[in-house]
């Protein structure tokens, strides 16, 4: 089994858990968050990834009266599940799994109708029955941060509901209705919270209880007025119900319940009423109707006012399009799979870092194990065992962080070659059982092979300075011996000395000029100059150094171009150098200038092994090596820098750099750079 496997603890033991690092971002982010809870309008607090509580805000502490407990800071969400005897609504006490804020920190997303009744013993011993939402935080995207979780109190609610269904089931065993005695009508319904309104079996409003009259604003006028008034504004509120546009009158809940139907539940209509002061009153309406010796004789109507559960409803909805625009719009991929392997859900990212398209998705939803794919390998390219892919060991109960993120190959749509680190963490049902592994796929090619780079660049770099550092450490040597005897050091010592030490400040050179190309910091300052001078100058230099003839050819008119004579001077020092080091040293070396359709041309031609075609491609890039290339004269192997800074230097200058070369017939290696005065010549 790989070493990289971080497994999942069982259910019931604490969470494996780890502090983040905060960024700066993440700190800002957190800020936000905090400042935002204390605004809040519900009882709302943050945790960190460890569950701890970071913050809450006062309506949360008022709730729960936990505001003078500073032991709740501490204390983990085991404990704090224990202190406020935290049970579901069947009044058994919560798993520690099925705690919101485990959970959400697992990362299901508890919104809306989606959020978690439970019963809950505040610190004064209230009890309160609440609806907890819980969104998972994350300054990455495959990891919570932390969470915020929102009370929603339904304590009243609840309270509310019992007495009604009570109410509800007294009224339907009433013998008589009209029977009913006014005062013990009135101590009976004036009691509930709702509104309760009773009507004959024409529909005529008989009777309507305080709560009715507060609803709907009616705050004067004796009952029978009042009904009056009711009837009328609830005939208006037909107009309002928006949701189904304006029902047929006989679609009503009045009308329906009088025709002997039951309107609850779902049926249960709700009509909206604008406020004088602008605001939205919404009134759900449920209705019953009442039979008398198998009579229909009248009917019970109930106006409950649900404006503030409606309100909740509509932003648990918006904050799950927000989650799904967030799932869509991530630049890494995730997946939900079902515990068979399959895909359940697939953003955008996924489908284009797998290379499906939009139909094919529709078809690896229902059909086809991600194991299966077949542009999928591991990273010696093979088709590992079904044990070690991500997904079943996710699906095993593993979870994967994104730290231990395992590389996977992966053939993109054009054939491309790419990495994809895949990491993951399964999610429970109450059983402890996985019936969800969420993947994130995230596209690691341009990072590895950077990382590639890196490590390649170092090795090269360590091993290039060796050679001249143990000639600089031997010749410092021999001095030192010379020394003692009281000799001067030998001329020789000192010729050896100085090549250690040039050739180090040469790659010294060209890191600190390669480092400055990345960056575009490389700057030419060109003047305009005959370049045959440049050529000349070079050359010279060339052959007293490595005492080998260079042939050179040259226009015999200016050849003017605006030049930075050190660059171009370099750049032409390090193609003859290339010449003079990879080709044998009894093969003649030439350069040639040449004028050309406005260009100045200048061609470094050698009788080495010429480029393999499949190394041309790649021979300007930044460390690059024909893999097997001999040095046959000199004694440095080079960074491959060499090319990549010529090639930026001619670029800078307007120009072009490029080789022609057949295999084993040697190399032209040429440059142009724009004439100043094309016209001559
Ligand atoms: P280096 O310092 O390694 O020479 P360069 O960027 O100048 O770096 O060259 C990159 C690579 O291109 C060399 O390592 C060598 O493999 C190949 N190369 C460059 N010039 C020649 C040439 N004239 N003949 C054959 N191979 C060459």
């Not at 009308?255 to 039951?262: C, N």
């Not at 008398?292 to 404006?307: S, Y």
């Not at 990491?423 to 969420?438: C, F, K, T």
């Not at 890196?454 to 290039?464: G, I, W």
Request: aromatic content about 4%; charged content about 25%.
């Amino acid at each position: 089994m790989p070493r990289d496997v971080h497994r999942q603890s069982p259910p019931q033991e604490t969470l494996p858990i780890r502090t983040p690092r905060r960024t700066p971002a993440a700190i800002i982010r957190a800020r936000d968050i905090e400042s935002a809870i204390d605004t809040e309008r519900h009882a709302m607090a943050l945790f960190d990834e460890n569950a701890r509580l970071v913050r809450a805000n006062g309506l949360y502490n008022e709730l729960l009266a936990c505001a003078n407990s500073p032991e709740m800071q501490t204390a983990d969400p085991r404990e704090r599940a224990r202190i406020f005897d935290v049970r579901d609504m069947d009044g058994r006490r919560l798993p520690a799994t099925r705690l919101p804020v485990l959970r959400a920190l697992r990362g299901d997303a508890l919104v809306g109708a989606v959020g978690v009744d439970l019963r809950v013993r505040a610190l004064d011993g209230r009890e309160l029955i609440l609806h907890v939402t819980a969104t998972a935080l994350s300054t990455r995207s495959d990891r919570a941060t932390g969470c915020v979780v929102v009370l929603h109190d339904m304590t009243e609610a609840q309270r509310l509901a019992d007495v009604l269904q009570e109410i509800a089931g007294r009224v339907a065993t009433l013998s008589q209705v009209v029977a009913v005695r006014n005062l013990e009508r009135d101590v009976v319904f004036d009691a509930i919270a709702d509104g309760v309104l009773l009507y004959d079996p024409s529909g005529r409003l008989l009777y309507v209880n305080s709560a009715t009259r507060a609803l709907l604003g009616i705050h004067d006028g004796g009952p029978g007025e009042a009904a009056d008034r009711v009837a009328k504004q609830l005939d208006e509120y037909a107009q309002y119900d928006v949701e189904a546009g304006m029902p047929p009158r006989d679609a009503w809940p009045l009308a329906r319940v009088l025709r002997g139907e039951t309107v609850a539940g779902g049926d249960a209509a709700d009509a909206i009423r604008r406020l004088p002061d602008g605001c939205e009153q919404v009134l759900n309406i449920s209705a019953a109707p009442m039979y008398l010796e198998g009579r229909l004789a009248g009917a019970v109507l109930i106006l409950r006012d649900v404006t503030e559960r409606r309100r909740l409803e509509r932003e648990a909805a918006e904050h799950a399009k927000q989650v799904e625009a967030i799932f869509e719009a991530m630049a890494d991929g995730l997946v939900y799979y079902d515990a068979a392997g399959r895909v359940v859900r697939m953003n955008t990212a996924t489908r284009r870092l797998l290379g499906y398209d939009a139909l094919a998705a529709r078809d690896v939803v229902v059909q086809r194990p991600w194991t299966e794919h077949p542009a999928l390998r591991d990273t010696s390219g093979e088709h590992s065992s079904l044990e070690e892919w991500p997904l079943v060991r996710v699906l095993n109960g593993e979870i994967i962080s994104s730290e231990r993120a395992v590389d996977v190959r992966v053939w993109g749509p054009e054939g491309r070659l790419g990495m994809l680190a895949v990491s993951g963490a399964p999610i429970y049902d109450n059983e402890g059982r996985v019936i969800l592994a969420v993947v994130s796929i995230r596209d690691v090619t341009e990072a590895r092979r950077l990382d590639d780079e890196r490590s390649q660049m170092m090795n090269t770099v360590s091993h290039e300075l060796k050679t001249p550092l143990s000639v600089v450490a031997m010749a410092h040597g021999l001095i030192d011996k010379r020394a003692i005897l009281g000799q001067p050091p030998s001329s020789d010592t000192i010729d050896v000395l100085a090549d250690g030490i040039a050739q180090m400040t040469r790659l010294v050179n060209d890191l600190v000029d390669a480092a400055r190309a990345e960056t575009g910091q490389l700057a030419v300052k060109p003047v305009p100059q005959d370049l045959r001078l440049v050529c000349r100058t070079v050359v010279a230099e060339q052959m007293r150094a490595v005492e080998r003839v260079i042939t050179l050819r040259e226009p015999s008119q200016p050849t003017l171009v605006d030049a930075d004579t050190i660059r171009i001077s370099q750049v032409l020092t390090n193609l003859l150098s290339n010449a003079l080091k990879y080709s044998p040293p009894d093969r003649p070396v030439s350069v040639r200038l040449q004028r050309k359709k406005g260009v100045a041309r200048v061609e470094v031609h050698d009788d080495g092994p010429g480029i393999p075609p499949e190394s041309k491609p790649h021979l300007f890039e930044r460390f690059y090596r024909v893999p097997g290339m001999k040095v046959l004269h000199g004694l440095s192997d080079g960074l491959g820098l060499g090319l990549y800074i010529a090639r930026t230097l001619v670029e800078l200058h307007g120009g072009k750099i490029d080789v022609e070369s057949e295999e084993r017939q040697g190399a032209t290696f040429w440059f142009t750079l724009p004439l100043l005065s094309p016209s001559i010549g």
